[in-house]
């Protein structure tokens, strides 16, 4: 007689190779779980130094502008001391001129711009009137004075200018 080989089922074959199919699967869930929970951590915990970052980054993102702004500042200190002390208004006037124009530059290198008016049609966009006057030779709704310079920061609008326009009466 001849032997044949064993034909177990597959259940069989794996249990005489792991008695406990149901503990390893266990084990298998409860590292994915561990795992889970530690990237969620991970998660949670750079979902709030980004936030810390963020904040940290708002509280100083005008530093460098404010520095450059400073220079300003200790520019016009020195033409105020300067009239206090008696040197020639005239001089002390150029002096006030310059630091105004690095002002500007400053203000320019950060993205602000000034916002074009007389001359121009009103634009309720970019003006505010705050008169109407009359202008011989003056097409109706051109800005004729400017009260109060406006200003794009990297072109939006975040003062309008002031300004006064032609009309007929």
Same mark, same amino acid.
């Given at each position: 007689?001849?032997?044949? @080989? ?7 074959? +794996?249990?005489?190779?792991? @008695? ?11 590292? +994915? ?65 310059? +630091? ?6 400053? &203000? ?12 121009? &049609?009103?634009? @309720?966009?970019?003006?505010? +009137? ?29 003062? @309008? ?9």
């Amino acid at each position: 007689m001849k032997s044949e @080989p064993s034909q177990q089922k597959p259940e069989e074959e +794996a249990k005489k190779t792991n @008695p406990e199919p149901h503990l390893e699967q266990s084990a298998k869930v409860d590292d +994915a779980h561990e795992q889970l929970l530690r990237l969620r951590a991970d998660f949670d915990n750079t979902k709030k130094r980004l936030e810390r970052d963020k904040i940290e980054a708002i509280r100083f993102a005008n530093e460098r502008l404010l520095v450059e702004i400073l220079h300003v500042v200790d520019n016009f200190d020195r033409a105020m001391n300067s009239l206090s002390e008696g040197h020639d208004p005239e001089k002390v006037k150029q002096g006030l001129k310059l +630091a105004q124009d690095e002002l500007h530059k400053v &203000l320019e290198a950060h993205g602000v711009k000034r916002v074009q008016s007389v001359g121009l &049609l009103f634009d @309720p966009k970019l003006h505010e +009137a705050v008169g109407v006057v009359e202008a011989e030779g003056t097409k109706e709704g051109t800005v004729v004075d400017e009260v109060q310079k406006g200003y794009l920061l990297n072109g939006r609008l975040i003062r @309008p200018s002031r300004v006064r326009i032609a009309g007929h009466k």
